[in-house]
């Protein structure tokens, strides 16, 4: 009978910190940081951080292959934007704008640019089970999701 009365009292101290858990790990800011991922098979870091006004901004901070050929950094050549396509591949910005919707507990409300295909897709982002970042992008109807590992 004790041992009942002590699970019964422990039990929510239990629930709660367990909540709590889940609510920290699920926390808008939790995105922050440095990412690594692939595209194909090409490696690549990505760093994601806070706007001051709320949102998150990812953008390119290593890219394996960033020299061509003749040596030559690889530019953003197929960015539907003109003025962007002499942006460096190791710097382009992936997304912006990125809100957390925590009624959801995943992060929306923008688009991914995808620079091997010079295209830009609705985005929707949350943790896996296992903790990587999971990023699905979706346009037309058809969908791809990429997974990127948090390295700092």
Same mark, same amino acid.
């Given at each position: 009978? *004790?041992?009942?009365?002590?699970?019964?009292?422990?039990?929510? $101290?239990?629930?709660? &910190?367990?909540?709590?858990?889940?609510?920290?790990?699920?926390?808008?800011?939790?995105?922050? /940081?440095? #990412?690594? /991922?692939?595209?194909?098979?090409?490696?690549?870091?990505? *760093?994601?951080? %806070?706007?001051?006004?709320?949102? +998150? !901004?990812?953008?390119?901070?290593?890219?394996?292959?960033? @020299?061509?050929? =003749?040596?030559? =950094?690889?530019?953003?050549? %197929?960015?539907?934007?003109?003025?962007? @396509?002499?942006?460096?591949?190791? @710097?382009?910005?992936?997304?912006? /704008?990125?809100? #957390?919707?925590? =009624? =959801?507990?995943?992060?929306?409300?923008?688009?991914?640019?995808?620079?091997?295909?010079?295209?830009?897709?609705?985005?929707?982002?949350?943790? &896996?089970?296992?903790? !990587?970042?999971? $990023?699905?992008?979706?346009?037309? /109807?058809?969908?791809? &999701?990429? +997974?990127?590992? %948090?390295?700092?």
């Amino acid at each position: 009978m *004790k041992r009942l009365i002590l699970v019964m009292a422990f039990l929510p $101290l239990f629930c709660l &910190t367990a909540l709590a858990q889940s609510t920290l790990n699920n926390s808008a800011d939790n995105i922050v /940081g440095t #990412y690594a /991922g692939m595209q194909g098979s090409d490696r690549f870091r990505a *760093k994601i951080v %806070k706007l001051t006004n709320g949102t +998150y !901004r990812a953008q390119v901070v290593w890219l394996e292959h960033d @020299r061509d050929d =003749k040596g030559n =950094k690889i530019l953003d050549t %197929k960015n539907p934007d003109k003025k962007l @396509r002499n942006t460096p591949a190791d @710097r382009i910005v992936l997304f912006t /704008g990125l809100k #957390y919707n925590a =009624k =959801k507990q995943r992060w929306d409300d923008t688009k991914i640019y995808d620079p091997q295909r010079g295209i830009r897709a609705k985005l929707v982002v949350w943790f &896996t089970a296992d903790g !990587r970042l999971a $990023l699905k992008g979706s346009l037309l /109807g058809i969908s791809e &999701t990429v +997974y990127w590992n %948090k390295i700092q």
